[in-house]
């Protein structure tokens, strides 16, 4: 019901930053009615919350994250971001894009994140 590719993922050295970018396509909804959110899945680890963005606008960080990662969004190209700086090795994973919308859940494929010197 919704397509969500990610991009802007990559190897960086420690302290570094990227952006990565999520764009939802071939939605019933209009984009700017879901909650956005990017999460991270670790090799052997659970997937977890990095930061989502909800329809107003509010904005919710994973501790580990705050004062280092910026969520946002652009409606008008249906997109979402997240902005990583200060860059760690314990950042490292596969980062996914998720939509919600009521009962209504859909994920990316996910973006490769390396941080490593």
């Known amino acids: 019901q919704v397509q969500l590719v990610e991009s802007g993922g990559g190897l960086v050295q420690p302290g570094g930053s990227l952006r990565l970018s999520c764009v939802a396509s071939?939605?019933?909804?209009?984009?700017?009615?879901?909650?956005m959110g990017w999460y991270r899945q670790a090799p052997g680890k659970q997937r977890e919350l990095v930061a989502t963005?909800?329809?107003?606008?509010?904005?919710n960080y994973a501790d580990s994250v705050k004062g280092r990662f910026t969520i946002s969004r652009d409606n008008v190209k249906n997109t979402v971001y997240l902005q990583m700086n200060s860059l760690k090795p314990e950042d490292t994973a596969v980062y996914l894009c998720?939509?919600?919308?009521?009962?209504?859940?859909?994920w990316g494929q996910g973006t490769l994140v390396t941080v490593s010197s």
């Open positions: 071939r939605s019933r909804i209009i984009f700017s009615h879901y909650t």
């Open positions: 963005i909800t329809d107003g606008g509010s904005t």
């Open positions: 998720n939509a919600k919308i009521g009962a209504f859940d859909a």
